[in-house]
């Protein structure tokens, strides 16, 4: 079902991935409303051909209680080698996030990740949390529903909103730069 900007308590968001003008790729955000909580994800199937051709995955997640996020996790993939595999989950007053045979804590509350992008506007909010980094990055409000996100790795990925929803994206990396559209 594709999600009506009427209807943001629950349903799923398409958005085509292009590239140099070509679709390479969709990515898939969900939004459910549980007993547990609200439930997020975003998931995406990409295939970019540089010297090589490269099939790029990526799963986000993220459950939130009462506004806070209680458990999280990201998967990416290249060629189906995982690159990225972390967990995040609320023990009592601290997070404890897994990437591999690394540990972190976190000990400030997350109220807004990245998992929540496309479904909720970032109003107001100066960073979030990024499941993919394991950190708190800073968030941009550049002009009205128009947002700037600082990635630790140098680059910026910019988002447009209306009534709440992302209708699209810019995302950059080191390689590239792609294009998400909200498909109607």
């Known amino acids: 079902m594709l999600l009506s900007f009427n209807n943001r308590e629950s349903g799923r968001l398409h958005y085509e ?32 051909k540089m010297l090589m051709t ?35 989950l609320w023990n009592a007053n601290k997070y404890v996030i897994h990437e591999d045979d690394e540990r972190e804590e976190i000990m400030q509350d997350i109220t807004y990740t990245t998992a929540r992008l496309y479904h909720d506007e970032p109003t107001g909010m ?31 990925n910019f988002y447009s909103y209306a009534n709440g929803i992302c209708t699209g994206a810019e995302v950059n990396t080191n390689f590239s730069k792609a294009f998400f559209r909200l498909k109607k």
């Open 54 to 88: 490269f099939s790029l995955y990526s799963k986000v997640t993220g459950l939130f209680r009462n506004g806070v996020l209680v458990n999280g996790s990201a998967l990416r993939t290249v060629n189906g080698k995982a690159r990225v595999k972390t967990t995040i």
């Open 17 to 48: 991935v292009v590239r140099n003008g070509d679709v390479i790729g969709d990515l898939y955000a969900t939004k459910t409303s549980t007993g547990a909580g609200i439930d997020y994800s975003t998931e995406s199937t990409v295939k970019v």
């Open 126 to 156: 100066k960073k979030i949390f990024s499941e993919n980094f394991r950190k708190f990055i800073p968030l941009k409000e550049i002009r009205p529903h128009y947002y700037e996100l600082k990635l630790p790795d140098g680059n910026s």
